[in-house]
């Protein structure tokens, strides 16, 4: 069966994310977008039939999260076998309305889509459970029956962005949260990065679980920041800086560390970010390099000692959580030290260092008994991993098992 993709995505086309970084006053969601990406480039080296990207940009509303108050449409390129067909749908930006206009804008999109009889299969699929794609997959599907409908879930909505709401916004996200819910309905085939989703989700149609891809781009890429600190032995961590996230027990666990020699690196931003900074003035060791390009970041975790991920098996939505972070990690050949999160199956067991309890002594001796191997066992103990996630989940397999799961 020849598929005819439409991919509703949240994504930053290629062609144009220096320029939308250069516009963007808060953080980028560079681990959605690598999600996305990783998809629709393996879904490309499969032999599927054809795709095409409707993109909503993913940045938040004027005047506090970007600059622009109205978006401009273009069309992009997602691959080299077509000519630019890829549609970035122009949109308000303005906030308090964007939210409630914008779908209008894909309409037609869509209705040329589902009517266009190219004799392939149909198949739309959503990057993520948003109401709005919801919604437009519902559209699709009253202009075309036959259609086949999916949607990847990496986040569930109700934790999505709960704890960083307050007021009106809290209530909107609610009114949302039970919003896709009503539509789940439509939606044939779902694509979860754990199974407990399906629990809480209440999800009736099929779905298959796919923790997320491995970053299995070894091409070289010359990092002037991570030949900077080529020569150092650093403990990482790059990403959100919440509390949730576990940055308060990393930060403790290092005050643990004595070794004048072993450094804590920061990559991000988040809540923390004062936090880390008075530490930092009181501690040299700790290095705290802010928000990062993500080739360097990729460059400065293959260079690293040992990868840290602190978030903890301590909260509800752990148990709908694969941490994109550790698929990453796993992928630089370097030692992860990570907790086991109820949403992590027991295949990668082999591969990731546990500390046994929650405490910031217990975490400090895990990564000082990687930090304590010769160079040679931590590239043994990296490798063994990274082979793992090549192997197994790069972005050709999983997106493999998806089009097989879909047909």
């Known amino acids: 069966m020849s598929l005819d993709i439409l991919f509703l995505g949240r994504l930053f086309p290629r062609e144009k994310e220096d320029e939308i970084k250069s516009k963007m006053k808060t953080g980028m969601q560079d681990a959605a977008n690598a999600l996305q990406w990783n998809i629709i480039d393996g879904f490309e080296e499969n032999d599927f039939g054809t795709m095409k990207i409707i ?66 299969k149909k198949v739309i699929l959503s990057y993520t459970a948003t109401s709005m794609f919801l919604s437009l997959v519902k559209l699709a599907k009253k202009y075309n029956k036959s259609i086949i409908s999916g949607c990847i879930i990496a986040d569930i909505p109700e934790f999505a962005t709960a704890s960083t709401v307050k007021g009106i916004k809290k209530l909107y996200h609610r009114m949302q949260v039970k919003k896709c819910a009503n539509l789940y309905g439509n939606v044939d085939r779902y694509v979860l990065l754990t199974e407990q989703m399906a629990q809480k989700l209440k999800i009736e149609s099929p779905h298959i679980v796919v923790e997320g891809i491995a970053t299995t781009d070894d091409s070289a890429y010359s990092s002037q920041l991570a030949e900077k600190y080529q020569n150092e032995k650093y403990i990482l961590y790059s990403g959100t800086l919440n509390y949730k996230f576990g940055i308060g027990t990393l930060l403790d666990a290092f005050e643990e560390i004595s070794d004048p020699d072993v450094k804590l690196m920061i990559c991000g931003f988040g809540e923390a970010e004062e936090l880390i900074k008075e530490k930092q003035k009181n501690n040299n060791r700790i290095i705290f390099l802010g928000r990062v390009d993500r080739k360097d970041v990729l460059e400065l975790q293959k260079r690293a000692t040992v990868l840290v991920n602190p978030r903890q098996n301590n909260e509800e939505f752990t148990k709908y959580s694969f941490p994109s972070k550790n698929l990453e990690y796993l992928s630089s050949g370097v030692p992860l030290v990570a907790y086991k999160l109820d949403g992590i199956p027991d295949e990668y067991d082999g591969y990731i260092n546990y500390p046994t309890d929650d405490s910031a002594k217990t975490l400090s001796t895990e990564i000082l008994k990687i930090c304590a191997l010769t160079d040679e066992e931590r590239t043994l103990l990296g490798k063994k991993a990274k082979d793992f996630v090549f192997t197994n989940k790069n972005k050709v397999a999983q997106a493999q098992r998806i089009i097989e799961f879909i047909k």
């Open 55 to 120: 993109n909503y940009l993913p940045v938040d509303a004027y005047p506090n999260g970007y600059t622009d108050k109205f978006i401009d449409g273009f069309t992009f390129q997602h691959t080299g076998k077509y000519d630019a067909q890829d549609v970035n749908v122009s949109c308000c930006n303005i906030f308090g309305i964007k939210r409630f206009i914008n779908k209008m804008y894909f309409k037609k999109y869509i209705k040329k889509w589902a009517k266009e009889d190219n004799g392939k």
